[in-house]
């Protein structure tokens, strides 16, 4: 996998991901293709990579970007629900014609293997805990929807092309790089950003709906697994290690790491919010047999230690 394009690559995940390929020794290269509506170029500071800013919609800004590379990693999208309930249209193009574009670009270019991210928010309304991969999905939100649409251009070309393909289902990925200052910002550092600085912490609903957090560390741990093994799938494969966790928990994790006690706030419930979210993990422990994930407390560690160590806005 020695020459590697990271879509979205100046995002929380993608500049994660970035990093830790820099320490692989199979890694020759590592190209990062960002439009920089989400992702921040401070995010890449330091790093030796190559910066090709450019649009997943723009067939010629991928060509560039393609052109020599073994393997691709499409993080590039809008992430968030409530901003797909904002523009809907905005999150359909980036998210499933963006997928489109960038799996049609990697066919003309004879890329290798492709890793594309969907999300845990597809199983929408399915109630089923565990959520294995072959239940039915249903989602409550565009974003959701664009999502679904996106796992599924990729094992259509799969499918169709002959294409190798694997699509991760991420479940709720927070860690160090994950900004809390914008209006669509994640629970966890929305979460760890009030608590450092002895803020009440907004809770949306009562607080008892759950979900199956994952350490972004142990995210970039199964993508290069994935990537020097060329691992591709012929179904969605869930990321994500059940270990389900109710928000009042993780602030009583959190307030342990901090060594306090978390002022709690309580707000509406958000609509399009999945109340439940537990993962099925057997595929992916068959895939990566010897992964083993970062402890949810752990991470929470180290993000609050990033956190502390930052200006109060990201860069």
């Given at each position: 996998?020695?020459?590697?394009?990271?879509?979205?690559?100046?995002?929380?995940?993608?500049?994660?991901?970035?990093?830790?390929?820099?320490?692989?020794?199979?890694?020759?290269?590592?190209?990062?293709?960002?439009?920089?509506?989400?992702?921040?170029?401070?995010?890449?500071?330091?790093?030796?990579?190559?910066?090709?800013?450019?649009?997943?919609?723009?067939?010629g800004?991928?060509?560039r970007?393609?052109?020599?590379?073994?393997?691709?990693?499409?993080?590039?999208?809008?992430?968030?629900?409530?901003?797909?309930?904002?523009?809907?249209?905005?999150?359909?193009?980036?998210?499933?014609?963006?997928?489109l574009?960038?799996?049609?670009?990697?066919?003309?270019?004879?890329?290798?293997?492709?890793?594309?991210?969907?999300?845990?928010?597809?199983?929408?309304?399915n109630?089923?805990?565990?959520?294995?991969?072959?239940?039915?999905?249903?989602?409550?939100?565009?974003?959701?929807?664009?999502?679904?649409?996106?796992?599924?251009?990729?094992?259509?070309?799969?499918?169709?092309?002959?294409?190798?393909?694997?699509?991760?289902?991420?479940?709720?990925?927070?860690?160090?790089?994950?900004?809390?200052?914008?209006?669509?910002?994640?629970?966890?550092?929305?979460?760890?950003?009030?608590?450092?600085?002895?803020?009440?912490?907004?809770?949306?609903?009562?607080?008892?709906q759950?979900?199956?957090?994952?350490?972004?560390?142990?995210?970039?741990?199964?993508?290069?697994?994935?990537?020097?093994?060329?691992?591709?799938?012929?179904?969605?494969?869930?990321?994500?290690?059940?270990?389900?966790?109710?928000?009042?928990?993780v602030?009583?994790?959190?307030?342990?790491?901090?060594?306090?006690?978390?002022?709690?706030?309580?707000?509406?419930?958000?609509?399009?919010?999945?109340?439940?979210?537990?993962?099925?993990?057997?595929?992916?422990?068959?895939?990566?047999?010897?992964?083993?994930?970062?402890?949810?407390?752990?991470?929470?560690?180290?993000?609050?230690?990033w956190?502390?160590?930052?200006?109060?806005?990201?860069?």
């Amino acid at each position: 996998m020695s020459r590697i394009l990271i879509t979205g690559g100046a995002g929380f995940i993608g500049s994660n991901l970035a990093r830790s390929a820099l320490l692989d020794s199979t890694v020759k290269e590592v190209t990062v293709f960002d439009d920089l509506s989400i992702g921040l170029l401070g995010n890449l500071e330091g790093l030796d990579v190559e910066f090709i800013e450019g649009s997943v919609l723009d067939p010629g800004a991928l060509d560039r970007a393609m052109a020599g590379r073994d393997a691709v990693v499409h993080l590039a999208a809008l992430p968030s629900v409530p901003r797909s309930l904002d523009d809907p249209v905005a999150s359909h193009h980036a998210n499933a014609t963006g997928t489109l574009m960038v799996l049609d670009a990697a066919r003309r270019h004879d890329v290798g293997h492709i890793l594309v991210a969907s999300s845990s928010s597809v199983y929408g309304m399915n109630p089923a805990l565990p959520k294995p991969e072959l239940t039915w999905t249903r989602p409550m939100s565009p974003y959701a929807a664009s999502k679904l649409a996106s796992e599924a251009y990729a094992l259509a070309y799969q499918a169709s092309f002959g294409l190798p393909t694997l699509a991760f289902r991420f479940f709720n990925v927070f860690g160090p790089g994950q900004r809390h200052d914008h209006a669509y910002a994640a629970v966890i550092p929305r979460f760890v950003h009030a608590a450092l600085h002895r803020q009440p912490v907004l809770v949306h609903g009562d607080g008892t709906q759950s979900r199956d957090f994952t350490y972004v560390g142990t995210v970039c741990q199964v993508i290069l697994d994935a990537l020097r093994r060329k691992v591709h799938h012929p179904h969605p494969v869930n990321l994500a290690f059940g270990a389900r966790v109710n928000l009042l928990q993780v602030l009583d994790e959190l307030a342990e790491v901090l060594g306090r006690p978390i002022e709690r706030q309580f707000g509406p419930s958000r609509t399009g919010d999945v109340p439940h979210s537990l993962a099925d993990n057997s595929t992916l422990r068959e895939l990566f047999p010897d992964l083993a994930p970062v402890d949810r407390c752990q991470g929470l560690r180290i993000t609050a230690e990033w956190m502390a160590g930052r200006p109060s806005r990201d860069r």
